[in-house]
């Protein structure tokens, strides 16, 4: 047990003693930034170390030009806790230096050494003007290669212009080591350049300041041409384009495109001034695409005559050009086709087409209502629009919409006509009429016009229930036309007709009312001495019919009279007496005339069929007369007989001919050669014609007394 106790007594004193060695040695300080100031001196910054002990002598210094070898004592400090320290040197003018640091400590009997600090370098920057103006500025970095560089280290390019005001201008990211500053917001003067490093515990790395005499020769940032488009209102190109990028950009020279070449058309002063209208490009844009171009130039003049900074041209942009449409008559679309848009670097995504419609050549642009009407495809170049609207000027221009930026570019505008047959303010079937035994015609109305039309007359079958063509003609654009059909039993059957009208494009524009013939039937009452008419109505009308005239003509050559009215409410019959025509051949004709009521295009009339009645003759024959006495001629009474075709013959008893005439008129006498004949019975023969030629034969006996 006591050579335990000694034992861990030893160990004790062993352990104390080891810790007490260790207490001379202090850990260098935390180099974190080294500080150039526009004299060359160096201000380090660090962490002070820890001496807990109090065995702190001081902080030495150490610095060479070369990374790796010549580091020689540079200086001293012999505060403990002091976080910064200022080296005075001018190396740091000519390029960049290396320091550590390294802490001193003793006992009181021995002095201790600590390790190095991390090596770090000061920032040595170089600021050169370049003949394209530019300041071409390269600097180191602080760091070894071995050094644990935090993440996110941003170098700061600091400018001093105009003298005594300094400004950041650019920051890089860690392990850039140079850039091109270019100078844009002065033609030429002294600037100084500094390059900043921040540190995350918010210690700042600042190089020595370097400077010269700079000069703008940088041209202006290439303006970026959004569109060429055609202002309508003025038929003149317009061209827009962003601002350049370098605020000293005073103006943009405007070029026009042509054949390869290109020619100055104006100069526009402002930076923000981003559009033109080219007002002398009126006729261009109407026969084809305008091509243009834009450099931007600054204030800073160079050369021999001097010139300013003047950026390049970019590629020449084309508007979209829609030529002039043209329209065949009577088809159904006006097709036309675009010239693309050139110039964008990301092509077209779509064109969308605009539609607007204008009753004549003469209506300005500000009073038409364009709206899109569809989008196709960025290349597509064509389009078919259906037409709904004729005889007017459909109106069209296209937009072209960038792939990527969205930029839009609106084409001129143009006009098409689409003619088109203008149909008829109205087309009716004025009538359909007999006009023979065989035939019938129809009246068609029209409102003239300069058009022709075609018209097709069908007749409705009643057993098949279609409607037959009868035939096909065309109108000469005067206000009626008449067209027959023949081959037709008009004293037998009613005919129904209408019509179809298309105009020269093969459209149908409409189908007439119908017409349907009159039929007409009578007979005659022999007893009555009354004649009876039927007929049918006329169909159709609008407005129907107004009333039926009864017409009548009196053998072959009488004269046409109207008889009789009858409205439609009376029905559809009439009976003539003719009883009072009773000396006439007894032949009468008759057709109904339908008269329309309140006719829309005049009062139009339908003729039926003529019926022929004929009344048979009627004869009273005298059975004896008194020569010299009161009934002293013997003479028949005949009525309702064509006595054209009157003979009478009277025969003795032995069949001699006694007496003869073809005169209804001239009755016999009884008397042969001047010669009263002898008192007795004679024989007559007689014969007579009725309206329609039928013969009529009577034979008998008249007796002959003589008066004494």
């Known amino acids: ?119 770090l370098s000061t920032i040595w920057l170089t600021a050169t003007p370049s003949p394209t103006g530019f300041a071409i500025l390269d600097w180191n970095s602080p760091f070894l290669p071995s050094y644990p560089v935090p993440d996110g280290l941003m170098y700061e390019v600091w400018r001093e212009y105009p003298m005594g005001t300094w400004n950041m201008v650019q920051s890089m990211p860690y392990g850039v080591t140079g850039s091109n500053y270019e100078i844009v917001d002065v033609c030429g003067d002294n600037m100084n350049f500094m390059i900043r490093l921040t540190m995350p515990g918010g210690c700042v790395f600042t190089s020595n300041i370097d400077g010269d005499y700079f000069e703008n020769y940088a041209p202006p940032v290439i303006p970026t041409i959004t569109d060429i488009s055609i202002d309508h209102q003025l038929n003149r190109a317009v061209i827009s384009w962003e601002p350049s990028s370098s605020p000293d950009t005073e103006a943009y020279i405007i070029y026009k495109c042509v054949n390869g070449n290109t020619l100055i058309v104006d100069t526009i002063w402002g930076i923000n001034t981003t559009t033109f209208t080219d007002l002398l490009s009126g006729s261009a844009v109407s026969t084809g695409q305008v091509s243009y171009t834009i450099a931007a130039f600054d204030g800073c003049y160079h050369g021999v005559p001097p010139s300013p900074n003047t950026s390049a041209l970019p590629p020449c942009h084309s508007s979209v050009y829609v030529p002039n449409i043209g329209y065949t008559v009577c088809n159904p679309n006006v097709n036309f086709l675009w010239e693309a848009y050139e110039g964008w670097g990301d092509g077209v995504d779509e064109y969308i087409i605009y539609h607007a419609i204008a ?29 709904t609207d004729f005889n007017v000027y459909h109106c069209f221009y296209i937009v072209a919409v960038g792939s990527l930026t969205g930029y839009q570019a609106t084409s001129n505008y143009t006009r098409v006509l689409t003619p088109y047959p203008v149909s008829p303010g109205y087309i009716y079937l004025g009538s359909a009429s007999v006009i023979s035994q065989d035939s019938t015609l129809v009246t068609l109305l029209v409102e003239p016009s300069v058009n022709t039309y075609e018209v097709k007359l069908e007749r409705f079958n009643p057993i098949t229930l279609v409607w037959d063509e009868v035939i096909v003609m065309s109108t000469d654009g005067t206000g009626s036309l008449t067209i027959p059909d023949s081959q037709r039993a008009t004293d037998a059957f009613s005919y129904t007709y209408r019509i179809i009208t298309s105009n020269y494009c093969g459209d149908v524009i409409d189908t007439t009312n119908m017409g349907k013939t009159i039929l007409l039937n009578g007979l005659a009452n022999e007893q009555r001495l009354v004649n009876t008419l039927v007929w049918t109505n006329y169909g159709d009308w609008d407005n129907g019919a107004e009333k039926y005239l009864i017409h009548r003509i009196i053998g072959d050559f009488g004269t046409d009279e109207v008889i009789a009215e009858i409205y439609p409410g009376a029905g559809f019959f009439y009976d003539d007496d003719v009883s009072t025509q009773l000396f006439t051949d007894g032949k009468f004709q008759y057709y109904i005339e339908a008269i329309e009521s309140n006719g829309p295009y005049g009062q139009n009339s339908s003729f039926s069929n003529t019926v022929i009645i004929t009344q048979k003759p009627v004869i009273w024959i005298p059975n004896a007369f008194i020569v010299h006495g009161y009934n002293n001629t013997f003479k028949p009474v005949i009525s309702f007989a064509d006595f054209s075709e009157y003979q009478i013959i009277i025969y003795s008893r032995w069949g001699d001919v006694i007496y003869q005439s073809n005169d209804i008129n001239m009755p016999w006498d009884g008397k042969m050669n001047g010669e009263v004949v002898q008192e007795g019975a004679y024989t007559y023969y007689l014969t007579v014609k009725d309206g329609k030629g039928k013969a009529y034969d009577y034979t008998g006996y008249v007796i002959v007394l003589v008066e004494k």
């Open 1 to 119: 047990m006591e050579k335990l106790k000694k034992y861990g007594l030893l160990c004790l004193i062993i352990l104390l003693q080891g810790i007490g060695l260790r207490a001379q040695t202090l850990d260098p300080p935390v180099l974190n930034c080294l500080q150039v100031d526009n004299t060359g001196d160096v201000t380090m910054g660090w962490n002070p170390a820890s001496d807990p002990t109090g065995v702190f002598t001081e902080y030495q210094i150490y610095t060479s030009v070369n990374q790796a070898a010549g580091y020689f004592l540079a200086d001293t400090e012999t505060s403990l806790n002091v976080f910064s320290h200022v080296h005075t040197t001018s190396a740091t003018l000519t390029d960049n230096i290396y320091y550590y640091v390294q802490t001193i400590s003793t006992d009181g009997t021995n002095v201790y050494q600590s390790i190095s600090s991390d090596t």
């Open 359 to 387: 009753p004549d050549m003469a209506t300005p642009y500000a009073d038409l209502a364009f709206t899109p009407i569809d989008t196709v495809e960025g290349n597509v170049t064509n389009y078919s629009y259906a037409i």
